[in-house]
């Protein structure tokens, strides 16, 4: 037995796994491109895709702009296979990072941080601009079945248009969540209780326009047991963000890559993000300093998200998240999900995809699917 294809539209992974997309330069073109070259969807994450570019500070937007770019070419350079982008819709310059992907012809783009109600537009727009159709899929990230209806409506309404997927991310997984942290150990929003929810709810939508929306798990996602569980579960694959930093080709520096090696259990933990949201991350000394009142406000130069509240925030995110992807975990953290401490080395991309495939396959023979009459 091998793995399922992942169908997105007429976009067909051989393997049913999309590299989550990590903020601020932890997954760019050389995670994306090993990943795309494995069979899996390989995604850069914009953002603040642009921070190390040198006019960053005075014109973030170009610089976010070129940067995104520029990763998006060099990852077409070392891959044939399939690439996405995430863009949050928190973002302040969202509208002009979907534009940019689109224009350079992305596969599939990602959004969740809030929901993308005007996503189609702007695929529409680009349409009727070049006089032909766009290809790239729009797939949102929801945390519950009701973000997912609202979305299905809202675009059918608005623009005609059905989500080509969705992403359904749950309260194990790392960075922000999309839940309130009183639902983080509620059993009720765990992942295995809200997939099969969000399956019904699409279903309505899918005998609407005779098509399928599939639905992808995230958010926790370890192991190839994992994988085959969520996918008997009706899920058509999953999204997976942690196992892939502890990798070769992942774009972070290698101490960020050591702090998943080093994590012990205990040492993850939720905070509260300057965006409003809470955030899994792995504790250092630069959370501990915020925690005991250590860190001084700021001034902001990047404006990158909505909803900061810069002037009673301790400290500036992208800030402290560009600090630790360069390695200086004591002026930064690292997001991770709830399973970072089942890491235990760094191995490249592929020797983990194969890893995955035999524990796959090793499941799937240890729980064989019921036959039909």
């Known amino acids: 037995?091998?793995?399922?294809?992942?169908?997105?539209?007429?976009?067909?992974?051989?393997?049913?796994?999309?590299?989550?997309?990590?903020?601020?330069?932890?997954?760019?073109?050389?995670?994306?491109?090993a990943?795309?070259?494995?069979?899996?969807?390989?995604?850069?994450?914009?953002?603040?895709?642009?921070?190390?570019?040198?006019?960053?500070?005075?014109?973030p937007l170009e610089a976010n702009i070129r940067a995104l770019r520029k990763e998006i070419r060099k990852a077409k350079e070392m891959t044939r296979g399939i690439l996405g982008v995430n863009i949050m819709v928190a973002l302040t310059n969202f509208a002009d990072l979907v534009k940019t992907s689109i224009d350079e012809k992305i596969d599939v783009i990602f959004s969740g941080a809030g929901l993308p109600l005007d996503l189609p537009r702007y695929l529409k727009e680009a349409s009727e601009q070049g006089k032909e159709e766009v290809r790239t899929k729009l797939v949102p990230i929801v945390s519950s079945a009701r973000a997912a209806s609202i979305i299905c409506k809202k675009w059918l309404n608005r623009f005609d248009y059905l989500?080509?997927?969705?992403?359904?991310?749950?309260?194990?997984?790392g960075g922000h969540l999309g839940f309130k942290p009183e639902e983080l150990d509620d059993p009720e929003f765990a992942l295995e209780k809200v997939i099969p929810q969000?399956?019904?709810?699409?279903?309505?939508f899918e005998a609407q326009r005779n098509r399928r929306i599939p639905v992808i798990a995230a958010g926790g996602v370890y192991s190839g047991d994992d994988i085959r569980s969520y996918i008997d579960m009706g899920a058509a694959g999953v999204q997976m963000g942690t196992r892939f930093v502890a990798t070769h080709e992942c774009d972070a520096d290698d101490r960020f890559k050591q702090a998943?090696?080093?994590?012990?259990?205990?040492?993850?933990?939720?905070?509260?993000?300057?965006v409003g949201m809470p955030g899994r991350a792995i504790r250092s000394q630069f959370v501990k300093d915020v925690d005991e009142g250590r860190r001084q406000p700021v001034k902001c130069a990047f404006h990158c998200i909505h909803s900061c509240k810069v002037e009673k925030s301790p400290y500036c995110i992208a800030a402290?998240?560009?600090?630790?992807k360069k390695g200086n975990l004591n002026k930064g953290f690292a997001f991770s999900g709830t399973n970072v401490h089942r890491v235990d080395k760094i191995q490249s991309v592929k020797?983990?995809?194969?890893?995955l495939k035999e524990e796959f396959e090793a499941s799937r023979l240890s729980h064989p699917l019921p036959r039909t009459s």
């Open 35 to 59: 990943v795309a070259n494995e069979g899996g969807i390989g995604v850069i994450a914009g953002a603040m895709i642009g921070m190390n570019e040198p006019d960053v500070a005075k014109n």
């Open 1 to 33: 037995m091998v793995f399922p294809n992942l169908k997105i539209g007429d976009i067909v992974a051989r393997v049913p796994i999309i590299q989550g997309g990590m903020g601020v330069g932890i997954s760019l073109s050389g995670l994306a491109s």
């Open 320 to 324: 402290a998240l560009l600090s630790a």
């Open 260 to 274: 998943y090696v080093d994590a012990k259990q205990e040492d993850v933990v939720v905070i509260k993000s300057p």
């Open 198 to 204: 969000v399956i019904e709810a699409v279903k309505p």
């Open 351 to 355: 020797e983990l995809v194969d890893s």
């Open 163 to 173: 989500p080509d997927a969705f992403v359904v991310e749950g309260p194990k997984a």
